[in-house]
């Protein structure tokens, strides 16, 4: 999936500046190395890490990333601008089965199934939503996570995934059932995929300015504030997600904080001009501390 993301912003990069070289090089990341949960090597930063290390020590100009992979600025190594933002995709998670299984949804599956996340805010709304089926870690790649689960090797009856992801593979042929974003409440930055250089690097921040999808941008802007307005980390059962209406171009932030055993949700909303889409975002983390939020957000219920 990176090598996808990687592909299609050189295609976008090249053909705004048809006469420069960009070469592309691999860099493998922690969370793609490590099998087990992602909070026994730094939460989401495992993702990033080595990234920033080489983006940092000048080996390279510029790195791409997941939004919804990115830690967010309170704990992150400092010196790390987001350069551009490409146009959001689907939002949504899907259900994904093993090959061959007859279509089916969540409701569907019978009690005790196991379902494969790594995904906290995921794992939270199992237990909220469908109590009678299980939430079981898994790791690894789109590729692999699917492989192992046809094969009986993932250790699930069935796994969550993100829809974007299985659509830039080429892979929407496996969703079995589309969740409702109204209840099945999407993760931060989902469906977004940023380009980041260092912050005192004027010259490529110059050269991606270009490539960034503006109303894209303005929601990221709300969501990882309203994140990092909870201070929350790899544990965290969490929802932010921003809508902008074309026509009035007023932006809705909507965030949430999921109680990690099920019990429920905390809730907060804040609307505003979309030149205001980080202090909107702020506003609304604020609000779900002020109503109680802190007590979730290191993962216990």
Request: glycine share 12%; aromatic share 2%; charged share 25%.
């Amino acid at each position: 999936m990176a090598l996808e993301q990687t592909g299609r912003f050189a295609e976008l990069f090249r053909r705004c500046h048809p006469d420069l070289v960009l070469d592309v090089v691999e860099v493998v990341s922690e969370g793609d190395r490590h099998v087990g949960p992602l909070s026994r090597i730094g939460g989401k930063g495992a993702f990033t890490r080595t990234a920033d290390r080489r983006l940092l020590a000048g080996e390279v100009d510029m790195a791409i990333a997941c939004a919804k992979d990115v830690p967010g600025p309170h704990d992150r190594e400092p010196g790390i601008a987001v350069g551009a933002v490409l146009p959001r995709e689907d939002v949504r998670d899907v259900l994904v089965l093993p090959a061959g299984h007859p279509p089916a949804t969540l409701a569907d599956l019978p009690r005790g199934s196991r379902v494969g996340t790594s995904a906290p805010r995921r794992a939270a709304l199992l237990k909220a939503l469908y109590p009678a089926l299980l939430p079981v870690p898994i790791r690894g790649n789109a590729d692999s996570r699917l492989a192992r689960l046809d094969s009986g090797a993932l250790g699930v009856d069935a796994m969550i995934a993100a829809l974007a992801g299985l659509g830039r593979l080429g892979l929407t042929g496996r969703v079995s059932e589309v969740l409702d974003p109204a209840r099945w409440l999407p993760a931060s930055g989902a469906g977004i995929v940023v380009i980041e250089h260092r912050g005192d690097d004027k010259a490529t921040r110059d050269l991606l300015a270009p490539l960034t999808d503006a109303p894209t941008h303005a929601l990221l802007d709300a969501e990882r504030a309203a994140l990092a307005a909870l201070g929350g980390g790899c544990l965290t059962a969490a929802s932010v997600h921003a809508s902008l209406d074309p026509r009035t171009a007023l932006l809705t932030v909507r965030a949430a904080v999921l109680d990690p055993g099920g019990a429920g949700a905390l809730r907060a909303t804040a609307s505003g001009a979309a030149d205001r889409a980080a202090d909107l975002g702020r506003e609304a983390g604020e609000r779900l501390l002020r109503d109680g939020a802190a007590r979730w957000l290191d993962g216990r219920p």
